[in-house]
């Protein structure tokens, strides 16, 4: 026999959706069994969604039918090992990464090692610490301790080469009236709260969801160099193939509309972008174009893993901060109006700063 849950009263119901809205991933995964079994889902499908065993689904509908609310609520966890280290260590490693390292160290920033190092030598009641326990001590502070990423610097050995040829196209659609330089880069958004990477030093404490189906969308945006203006364009899932080539025709058509005679596209080397079906689209454009007198378009690849060579990663990252975290948008469209408005706002903020660099740039 089918087991389902009874009917939720509407104070009951409120209370799931506030468990279904917070950061405990226990508490959303028994909201989200007990409102899909309403919805009329099946255990095993349940199960299948929110990567539970069907017994669990079971039992926890079983426990809400018999003494409600009370019955599913998580409990915090007691017991666990007594902490070995003093109260004191937290507090004497957070000062220690805001001070210089000593200089015995022989480097300008801490590394884990040298904190356990001198943290032993410090504290009387510590005899040994591990590099780890140093990093959930911190991590519990809310004091994330990452290593500093290996592309910084770019390991394109042609950096300088495609890193000129880009500078090149630049000037070249900067001299004439008739052409334009577009930036073009992509990002995909997902209307449930998630925790995403990021430069920040406290990145929102919110479960990832992926277990369960959700609702995902890539924004294409194009910024025209000279003029900053912005062409968007939303397409269904993650970036591919032919989402990139139905971009690049109403892109082109926009730009046949403002009569350009050809435009330079700068991106970067993602795999939508290097694919087989993009360059012979863009080749068989590219020909059609000249036989017909449509606008052209000269392709410029940035050097591998140099985002600091694309400006739209800047304004991509911005808007997550502002945007994503942990809201919780109630459709596709109210979170692609939220995007498109804070993509618009960033590029007319920059607009100031990016004249005076110009400015300051041409007078020397």
Known sequence: ????????????????????????????????????????????RIAEALGLHVQTV??????????????????????????????????????LTRQDPPLEEGRGTWTLHGLARVLTQRLEGLRAISHESI????????????????????????????????DRLLALA?????????????????????RYRAWASRPPRVPQRWNEAVDTTALY???????????????EGQPNTGNTIAFLEALLAHYQALGKRFIVLLWDRA???TSQGTRRWVREYNLRAKQEG??????????VRSPWLMPLEAIFGWIKHQVLG???????????????????????????????????????
């Open 1 to 44: 026999m089918t087991i389902r849950v009874r009917t939720i009263r509407d104070e009951e119901r409120e209370t799931l959706g506030q468990w279904e809205r917070a950061d405990g991933v226990v508490a959303y995964r028994h909201a989200r069994v007990l409102l899909l079994s309403a919805q009329g889902w099946r255990c095993a």
């Open 58 to 95: 079971r039992d926890l509908i079983k426990a809400f039918n018999a003494d409600g609310l009370d019955a599913v609520t998580p409990r915090p966890r007691s017991g666990g090992r007594p902490p070995t280290l003093p109260p004191e260590t937290g507090e004497a490693a957070e000062d």
């Open 135 to 166: 990093r959930r001590v911190l991590g519990a502070r809310d004091v994330l301790y990452r290593q500093a990423k290996a592309w910084l610097t770019s390991p394109d050995p042609r950096y300088a080469l495609h890193k000129a040829q880009r």
């Open 174 to 194: 900067r001299a004439v009236p008739d052409g334009a330089a577009v930036w073009l880069d992509q990002s995909w958004f997902s209307r449930w709260p998630y």
């Open 221 to 235: 945006a194009a910024l025209e160099d000279d003029s900053q203006e912005a062409f968007l364009g939303w397409a």
């Open 271 to 273: 795999p939508w972008h």
């Open 294 to 303: 449509l606008t052209r378009m000269v392709l410029c690849y940035l050097p």
């Open 326 to 364: 942990p809201r919780l948008f109630g459709t596709l469209k109210g979170l692609q109006e939220a995007v498109e408005t804070a993509f618009r706002d960033r590029v007319v903020a920059a607009q100031p700063r990016r004249a005076r660099y110009w400015a300051a740039s041409a007078a020397a």
